[in-house]
């Protein structure tokens, strides 16, 4: 059973940082892209960033020069730092990939659960 599993979210005021982590588990055979959504109530979730499994990343034009996608093949984990945050920023993001699982002939797509990131004073 393949999962993502997200951490470091929370409240951090505005022009402060955090980073998100998001860790793949499971009987992997490969992992292709990774990326991050975030998604307000009442709205649809929209594309953060997204990184190959070469490590070529692609932003928002909302979080470019703000937010820095990387990934650590060795661990399947893909993070997000968050730099200069916004209130607009506050939302709940997940996590996505594509993975190949062991014993299956195709690759498929996975959800994290969420990370609820709230931006205020």
């Known amino acids: 059973q393949v999962q993502l599993v997200e951490s470091g979210g929370g409240l951090v005021q505005p022009g402060g940082s955090l980073r998100l982590s998001c860790a793949a588990s499971?009987?992997?055979?490969?992992?292709?892209?990774m990326g991050w959504y975030r998604q307000i109530p009442g709205k649809e979730r929209d594309l953060v960033a997204v990184i190959t499994s070469s490590g070529s990343p692609n932003y928002a034009d909302s979080v470019k020069g703000r937010f820095t996608i990387s990934r650590d093949n060795a661990k399947n984990t893909v993070y997000l730092q968050m730099n200069s945050l916004k209130s607009e920023d506050t939302a709940v993001y997940y996590c996505?990939?594509?993975?190949?699982?062991?014993?299956?002939?195709?690759?498929?797509?996975?959800w994290g659960q969420g990370t609820q990131v709230t931006v205020s004073s």
């Open positions: 499971g009987s992997i055979l490969s992992i292709f892209n």
């Open positions: 996505n990939a594509d993975i190949w699982p062991r014993g299956t002939l195709l690759k498929s797509n996975y």
